[in-house]
C-alpha cells in the first residue's frame, strides 16, 4: 500500500485522509499547529448542496448562481461535475459522524446566504466548520493507518529529481516546531491541504495558520497557479478595534438582516419612530440599505458586490464601519440559530436581535490556487502537464468552480468533492514508491537567525502594503507601487533565508512575501474588472463606478 502524506487538516485534508486510510494506505497528516487549526473549523456558514440527483431544477438553479456569482469566469463543465457529486458527499459526512441541523420533523434545516436563490446549505448552526472538524478529526485520530503531526510545519516540496518538476515529488521538509530540527517525511504521493493566505491582509476572517505555505511550495516546486488576483473579502466582520476580525455569517443575511450606514439607520430609525405614534407598521429597513445603489439584491447580493458597496461608502463618509440590523426579525429565534455569533457579541455588549452591529470587510478567501485537473493534480509550469505524484485540494487548489467570485458555502462543497476525487483516484492508481534517496536538509554552515526584529518589520511592511495598495477596489499606481515593495522584500528575504535554520517566522514570511508578489503581478495582468478584481483603471467610460 502507498504511503501519502497531506499537508493540512482542514476538511479537504482529513476527509481524504480518511477515504485513503479506509483503502488500506498509510496516511500522515502534517499540520502546522492543533488538528482543528484550520479555516474548516472558523467556517460558519455551511455547505450548498443538493440531496436529492433527482431534483434536476434545484441542480441548475444552484449550478446557475454559481455561474452568475463566478461573473464569467467559472469553468461551467467543472461547476455542473461538483454540483452533481454534492448530494453524495453529504452522505459521506453524515456516514463519517458529521451531524447537520435538522428541523423538528426530522428534515434537513436548509439555510439561504448571499448570491443564492433558494435554501440550499446545510448547516449546524452557525459553526458548521466546528462541527465538521470535529467529525473527521474523531475518526482520523481513532483510525491505525492515519498519523496526525501536529506542530509540523511544511517548509518545501521534495522533488523526485531535483530541479525536473516532470518527474514529480517524493516528499516534504518539515520543520518539528518541538524540537526545532528539519524532518524528512518520505511520501508516494503529496496531497496539499493547506487553506489560503488571508495573513496577507492586517484584517482577516483566517486563523494564523493562513500563510499560503502549499501554494508557495508548490510554486517553488514548478507548479503552475492561477487567478491569484481575486481575493475575497468577507462583508461582514465585526468590527471590534484591537480585536481579531470575527465574521458575521452571512446567513445571518439568509434569514433578513440588512446592512444600513449611519445615515440609513437613523432614517430608519426615524420612520419606525414615525410609525409607531401613528399606530401603523414599522417599515422594513430593506429599503433604508446603500448596497440597492449597486445591486437590486441590496444585502443578498453576492460577497464582490456588497463588500465593495460597504468600501465605497466608508471611504465617502469617513466612517470605520455600517452596520447590520436585526432588531426587526422579531419571529426569528435569532439567539438559537446563531449561538456562536450571540455569544460573541455579548463581550461587546451588544445583544443580537436588538442592537446594530458594527461590520467592516475583512480578507477571507483566496479564490485562485495551484491550477489542477479533475482528479486535483497539480499542473507544471512549463509543459502545462500534470505534475506526477502532486495533488491540491480545498483553498488552496484553482479547480475552476469560483470563477472570480466564490459563492458562498461552495468551499466546503469543492473541498470535500475534490478530497474525495484525489483519494478514489489514489486508489485506483496507487503510485509508484520511490526507490531514490531523499537529500538531506541543506544546513551545513548555517545558524538560526538571533536577530528577529528584520523579520518582524518586514511582515509588518509586506502586511502594511498588501492592506493599503491591494485592497477591495485597486489601481495601476498602487499596484506597480506594492510591486516595487514587494520585489525588494523578496529580495532580502532571500538573502535571510539563505543565512539560516529555519524558523516559523522566517518560512511564513517566505511564502507571505512570494504570494504577495504573485496576487500583484496577477492583478497587474488583468485586463478586465471581474468578481473580486476591480481595478478604477479598467472601468469603461459607459460603466458606472
Given at each position: 500500500?502507498a ?14 485522509a ?6 488500506g ?29 433527482t ?13 452568475r456569482?463566478g ?6 463543465r467543472?461547476?455542473r ?12 459526512l453524515i ?17 439561504q ?11 449546524a448552526?452557525?459553526a ?5 472538524e ?13 498519523q496526525?503531526r ?15 518538476p ?6 516534504v521538509w518539515c520543520?518539528d516546531?518541538?524540537?526545532q ?46 487567478n491569484l488576483?481575486f ?83 466608508l ?18 429565534p435569532?439567539?438559537t ?29 483566496m ?15 512549463l ?5 506526477p ?25 469543492e473541498?470535500?468533492?475534490y ?21 538531506a ?8 537567525l ?25 489601481s ?10 514587494l520585489?525588494l522584500?523578496?529580495?532580502?528575504i532571500d538573502l535571510i533565508?539563505?543565512a ?34 476591480y481595478?478604477v483603471?479598467?472601468?469603461?467610460d459607459?460603466?458606472?463606478?
Amino acid at each position: 500500500m502507498a504511503h501519502v502524506v497531506i499537508v493540512g487538516s482542514g476538511i479537504a485534508g482529513l476527509f481524504a485522509a480518511c477515504r485513503l486510510a479506509d483503502a488500506g494506505h498509510h496516511v500522515t497528516v502534517a499540520t502546522k499547529k492543533r488538528t482543528k487549526d484550520s479555516s474548516t473549523n472558523w467556517a460558519q456558514g455551511g455547505i450548498a448542496a443538493i440531496l436529492d440527483k433527482t431534483n434536476e431544477q434545484g441542480m441548475e438553479a444552484h449550478i446557475q448562481d454559481t455561474l452568475r456569482s463566478g461573473d464569467g469566469k467559472c469553468d461551467e463543465r467543472v461547476v455542473r461535475s461538483i454540483i452533481a457529486e454534492a448530494g453524495a458527499r453529504i452522505l459521506d459526512l453524515i456516514q463519517l459522524g458529521v451531524e447537520f441541523e435538522k428541523e423538528q420533523d426530522g428534515t434537513f434545516a436548509m439555510a439561504q446566504e448571499g448570491g443564492h436563490s433558494t435554501k440550499r446549505i446545510f448547516h449546524a448552526k452557525d459553526a458548521t466548520g466546528k462541527e465538521i472538524e470535529r467529525a473527521l478529526s474523531v475518526y482520523a485520530t481513532k483510525h491505525d493507518r492515519i498519523q496526525l503531526r501536529p506542530n509540523t510545519l511544511a517548509i518545501d516540496l521534495i522533488q523526485r529529481e531535483h530541479g525536473d518538476p516532470s518527474q514529480g515529488v517524493a516528499g516534504v521538509w518539515c520543520l518539528d516546531q518541538q524540537t526545532q530540527e528539519v524532518i524528512t517525511l518520505e511520501a508516494d504521493a503529496v496531497i496539499l491541504a493547506t487553506g489560503g493566505v488571508g495573513c496577507l491582509w492586517k484584517q482577516t476572517t483566517n486563523p494564523s495558520v493562513a500563510t499560503g505555505d502549499g501554494l508557495a511550495m508548490a510554486y517553488r516546486t514548478g507548479a503552475c497557479v492561477d487567478n491569484l488576483a481575486f481575493i475575497q473579502f468577507h462583508p461582514t466582520s465585526l468590527s471590534a478595534p484591537g480585536q481579531r476580525p470575527f465574521l458575521i455569517s452571512e446567513a445571518l443575511r439568509g434569514v433578513g438582516a440588512v446592512l444600513l450606514d449611519d445615515e440609513g439607520l437613523a432614517s430608519w430609525q426615524e420612520a419606525c419612530a414615525d410609525a409607531i405614534d401613528s399606530h401603523q407598521e414599522p417599515p422594513a429597513p430593506d429599503g433604508f440599505s446603500f448596497t440597492l445603489n449597486h445591486s437590486p439584491d441590496g444585502s443578498m447580493a453576492t460577497r464582490d458586490i456588497v463588500a465593495r458597496a460597504i468600501d465605497q461608502q466608508l471611504k465617502t463618509s469617513g466612517k470605520h464601519h455600517v452596520y447590520l440590523v436585526t432588531s426587526h426579525l422579531t419571529d426569528v429565534p435569532l439567539t438559537t440559530k446563531f449561538p456562536t455569533i450571540s455569544q460573541r457579541l455579548k463581550k461587546d455588549g451588544l445583544t443580537l436581535g436588538v442592537d446594530p452591529i458594527p461590520v467592516v470587510p475583512a480578507a477571507h478567501y483566496m479564490v485562485g490556487g495551484v491550477r489542477v485537473d479533475d482528479i486535483g493534480r497539480a499542473y507544471q509550469q512549463l509543459n502545462d502537464e500534470p505534475m506526477p505524484h502532486l495533488f491540491a485540494i480545498g483553498e488552496v487548489a484553482c479547480t475552476g468552480m469560483h470563477g472570480a467570485n466564490r459563492l458562498a458555502s461552495n468551499s466546503l462543497l469543492e473541498a470535500v468533492v475534490y478530497a474525495n476525487r484525489v483519494a478514489q483516484h489514489l486508489i485506483d492508481n496507487p503510485p509508484e514508491p520511490y526507490e531514490g534517496n531523499h537529500p538531506a536538509w541543506r544546513a551545513d554552515g548555517l545558524d538560526r537567525l538571533r536577530e528577529h526584529a528584520p523579520i518582524i518589520h518586514d511582515r509588518a511592511s509586506l502586511v502594511s502594503t498588501m492592506t493599503q495598495e491591494v485592497g477591495i477596489v485597486r489601481s495601476n499606481q498602487r499596484l506597480r507601487r506594492a510591486q516595487r515593495r514587494l520585489e525588494l522584500l523578496n529580495q532580502e528575504i532571500d538573502l535571510i533565508w539563505k543565512a539560516s535554520l529555519p524558523s516559523r517566522a522566517i518560512v511564513e514570511l517566505r511564502n507571505l512575501a512570494l504570494i504577495g508578489h504573485l496576487v500583484v503581478n496577477n492583478a497587474l495582468e488583468q485586463t478586465e474588472n471581474a468578481g473580486l478584481h476591480y481595478n478604477v483603471d479598467l472601468i469603461k467610460d459607459d460603466m458606472p463606478e
